[in-house]
């Protein structure tokens, strides 16, 4: 039985961004030897947007799907005055009709989405 989901981040720099996600987020991680941080992930949800993308990675001979991230919070203005209090600078928070959202930048090069989600969430209990 499948009891996880294992997300694989890719980075130009992985201890910046390792750091990043240890001193700024805050998160809880394991180290699986010589430095190579794993981190709990708050709940999480996964939704399927159509895409013509081509597979990016490799592995065993198969193209893997690829991935946005997008981390959740409740309220996207004070979450952007945190992260902003800490050096994070995000873009302009946008409306959409899914939710608020911005992005930030990772130290290795990436982005990550943030959201204040409008629609209801599969996390909840209230969805099940």
């Known amino acids: 039985m499948i ?12 201890e910046a961004d390792r750091a990043f996600l240890r001193d700024v ?14 981190f709990a992930l708050p709940p999480t949800e996964l939704a399927v947007h159509p895409s013509d993308a081509k597979p990016v990675e490799q592995e065993a001979g198969h193209g893997l799907v ?43 090069g990436g982005s990550l989405g943030l959201y204040e989600p409008h629609h209801p969430l599969a996390i909840t209990p209230s969805a099940a």
């Open 25 to 38: 987020l805050g998160w809880p991680f394991v180290d699986a030897g010589h430095g190579w941080l794993i």
């Open 66 to 108: 690829s991935a946005v991230v997008y981390l959740l919070c409740d309220n996207l203005h004070s979450t952007v005055e945190s992260l902003g209090a800490k050096g994070v600078v995000c873009t302009a928070i946008e409306e959409a009709r899914w939710g608020v959202t911005t992005t930030f930048p990772l130290p290795g």
């Open 3 to 14: 009891n996880g989901v294992h997300l694989l981040l890719n980075s130009r720099d992985p």
